[in-house]
T-cell receptor, first 114, second 114 residues
Framework: DTAVSQTPKYLVTQMGNDKSIKCEQN?????MYWYKQDSKKFLKIMFS???????INETVPNRFSPKSPDKAHLNLHINSLELGDSAVYFC?????????????FGPGTRLTVL | AQSVTQLGSHVSVSEGALVLLRCNYS??????LFWYVQYPNQGLQLLLK??????LVKGINGFEAEFKKSETSFHLTKPSAHMSDAAEYFC????????????FGQGTTLQVKP
């Protein structure tokens, strides 16, 4: 059984398009995250939701909008895609937002903007 | 502000040799420290973590790390490398909070030669 799943796994699109990435966890966790991994493999947190409430919102362009319809889902919508948005996006979840908790990562979505 | 530095973006060892991956951090408060591993085309998986208590922590797959406050270090070691250990390794730090925010180092690629 997949713990944290993301769809799609690969996403190739043109500049200016709008796209969404979906994330679901079946671990019963109440906190979910989005990370961006760039071409140099550097990982940076983008957003975090706890019980559907936004608790971390890093300096991310407002073209990126997370949405959490329930505790098990955290989707990422990106408007007006740019070349620099090309990266691997990872969803993660943890039992609570407490920082000592292990975060469980999804397999990633590789976004390529042409 | 917190930061993590991993010395050596690429480490190469022979199978059976000692693995040593270096991590230094900066934090204004006693941190929580983590090592994650990323196998090719996969998400991250927790190897081990330090929160409080014993400074030598043991993780999965024979890895261990020691928290040294005086040196602000959390180096990862394994006595004998296996071919399956070849992967990307990330050190991460967080401050005690309810946000779960992780700050990652830039990663170290471990190559294991037969």
């Amino acid at each position: 059984d997949t713990a944290v799943s993301q769809t799609p796994k690969y996403l190739v699109t043109q500049m200016g398009n709008d796209k969404s990435i979906k994330c679901e966890q079946n671990l019963g966790h109440d906190t979910m995250y989005w990370y961006k991994q760039d071409s140099k493999k550097f990982l940076k947190i983008m957003f975090s939701y706890n019980n559907k409430e936004l608790i971390i919102n890093e300096t991310v362009p407002n073209r990126f909008s997370p949405k959490s319809p329930d505790k098990a889902h955290l989707n990422l919508h990106i408007n007006s895609l740019e070349l620099g948005d090309s990266a691997v996006y990872f969803c993660a979840s943890s039992l609570t937002g407490d920082s000592y908790n292990e975060q469980f990562f999804g397999p990633g979505t590789r976004l390529t903007v042409l | 502000a917190q930061s993590v530095t991993q010395l050596g973006s690429h480490v190469s060892v022979s199978e059976g040799a000692l693995v040593l991956l270096r991590c230094n951090y900066s934090s204004s408060v006693p941190p929580y420290l983590f090592w994650y591993v990323q196998y090719p085309n996969q998400g991250l998986q927790l190897l081990l973590k330090y929160t409080t208590g014993a400074t030598l922590v043991k993780g999965i797959n024979g890895f261990e790390a020691e928290f040294k406050k005086s040196e602000t270090s959390f180096h990862l070691t394994k006595p004998s490398a296996h071919m399956s250990d070849a992967a990307e390794y990330f050190c991460a730090v967080s401050e005690p909070s309810n946000t779960g925010k992780l700050i990652f180092g830039q990663g170290t690629t471990l190559q294991v030669k037969p």
